[in-house]
C-alpha cells in the first residue's frame, strides 16, 4: 500500500462535513490548549496533534487532512522548504501558519501558507481565520483564498 493507496482529500472539509484538522505545535500546552478550542466547534475534529515536524509529515502521508495548524517555530522547520512538501502529499490541504513572531508572516504566506495568525491573537480570531481559510466562515467565503494576519 505505498502512497499509491493513499485517498487524497478533493474538497475542503471530510465527506461526514466535518473539518480534520491536525495540529503540529513542539510546546505541549500549545498543542492542549489549541485541541480544546478546535474541540469546541461542532464542525472541527482534531485529527491528532504532533510535536515534530516528522510526526506532521506521517499524519499528512497518512489521513491527509483539511488543515493544519503549523508552529513556524517546530523544531526542524524551514517554512520555504517544508510547505511545498506538504502540498506535494495533500495539495488541497489549507495551512494556517502560527507563530509568536509577527514578522514570520513575511516568510510564512509567499512559501505558501494560506493564512498567519499570531499566537497574542485572541482564540477567536484564530477560529476566524481558520474557517475563512476553509470556506466555513459565516461571511460566505468560497474557500479558494484567505488572508495572513498578523498582530496589529
Do not use: W
Not at 8 to 21: L, Q, T
Not at 58 to 79: H, K, M, N, T, Y
Not at 90 to 102: E, I, K, M
Amino acid at each position: 500500500m505505498p502512497g499509491g493507496d493513499r485517498q487524497v482529500n478533493a474538497h475542503p472539509e471530510g465527506e461526514s462535513g466535518v473539518v480534520r484538522v491536525v495540529l503540529a505545535d513542539g510546546t505541549p500546552k500549545v498543542r492542549s490548549a489549541l485541541k480544546l478550542l478546535l474541540e469546541q466547534d461542532e464542525g472541527i475534529t482534531v485529527n491528532t496533534a504532533v510535536a515534530s515536524v516528522r510526526g506532521l509529515l506521517e499524519q499528512v502521508r497518512v489521513s491527509c487532512p483539511d488543515a493544519i495548524l503549523l508552529d513556524c517555530d517546530l523544531s526542524g522547520l524551514e517554512v520555504s522548504e517544508f510547505l511545498p512538501q506538504l502540498r506535494s502529499l495533500c495539495p488541497h490541504v489549507r495551512v494556517v501558519a502560527l507563530c509568536s513572531r509577527p514578522e514570520m508572516q513575511q516568510a510564512a504566506i509567499p512559501a505558501g501558507a494560506d493564512a498567519f495568525v499570531c499566537k497574542t491573537e485572541s482564540p477567536e480570531k484564530l477560529l476566524e481565520v481558520l474557517r475563512e481559510c476553509l470556506g466555513t466562515a459565516t461571511t460566505g467565503n468560497d474557500g479558494k483564498a484567505c488572508y495572513g494576519h498578523a498582530a496589529s
